[in-house]
């Protein structure tokens, strides 16, 4: 790619594997915007009122005007063609969708179904953090949560996929990457119990479980799930994996097919992975 746009955990430009200074704030929040955007036409006055909203209108609009100068002299200084992304007029701005570039954001929030493990470990581990750390725009704000909710729907699929198919040392490394992100995700506590179950210890599945009841107590001030403390107790009871997981018990399992059985998923906040 000629241009990379990491917008995540930090900002950073690269232009053929060389960093990029662009050490302007709104310049930044401009082109994070536009880049998120690619391919919407915006008016020039609803981008100036959305990075400086308290600012007079003439003021705003000059303001723009050298914010989009900054951003064209830093792509100059990566060799690459200004058109190339931006399609300016006196009117509108837009950035180019079908331009040579990347974003880590944009990769977190492909549609596409992704079914492979790998492909799933490849986007996560780009999610370096928030969106834009340190910036408070309003528009950040919102693309920061819908991103973060992105983050968990990805991070959830990947447990899933690593439980399901008894991977539980993998499970245990991104359960711990997800925690240690700071959202206390239940989900990730309760695929920590489960992995450490698969692995026949049931002292760390105790240890799991109080660590979800510190760290949602902690941060958020809540219990934990009634799901949560019912799969706590099952595991401790010695309840078979295959049935917590919702998967055919081994003898009913064949070569022809082995799919999950219709039912509520294992735990709330991972779905079933067909």
């Not at 900054?70 to 992304?85: F, K, M, N, P, V």
């Given at each position: 790619m000629s241009l990379k746009i990491y917008l995540l955990g930090q900002f950073n430009l690269q232009a053929n594997h060389h960093s990029l200074e662009l050490p302007s704030r709104p310049a930044q929040s401009l082109l994070a915007y536009l880049a998120l955007n690619a391919g919407i036409t915006t008016r020039r006055e609803r981008l100036a009122n959305l990075l400086w909203p308290e600012a007079a209108e003439p003021n705003a609009r000059r303001y723009l005007r050298q914010t989009l100068w900054?951003?064209?002299?830093?792509?100059?200084?990566?060799?690459?063609?200004?058109?190339?992304?931006l399609q300016v007029s006196d009117i509108e701005i837009t950035f180019n969708s079908h331009a040579d570039y990347w974003t880590d954001a944009g990769l977190l929030l492909t549609r596409e179904k992704v079914q492979q493990v790998d492909d799933l470990v490849e986007i996560i581990h780009h999610y370096q953090g928030e969106l834009l750390p340190g910036f408070y725009d309003h528009w950040v704000v919102l693309e920061r949560e819908r991103l973060q909710a992105a983050y968990h729907q990805k991070m959830s699929q990947l447990l899933e996929c690593l439980l399901q198919d008894g991977q539980w040392h993998e499970a245990l490394h991104w359960a711990e990457q997800w925690i240690m992100l700071g959202y206390s995700p239940e989900p990730a506590f309760r695929a920590l119990m489960i992995a450490h179950a698969g692995l026949g210890d049931q002292g760390m599945v105790s240890a799991a479980y109080q660590r979800c009841v510190a760290a949602l107590n902690r941060d958020l001030g809540l219990e934990p799930y009634p799901e949560t403390r019912q799969l706590f107790e099952q595991l401790v009871a010695g309840a078979p994996l295959p049935t917590l997981l919702g998967l055919p018990k081994p003898e009913t399992i064949t070569l022809v097919e082995a799919k999950p059985v219709p039912g509520s998923p294992p735990y709330k906040g991972l779905d079933f992975f067909d």
């Open positions: 900054r951003i064209h002299r830093t792509l100059q200084d990566g060799s690459l063609a200004w058109e190339d992304y």
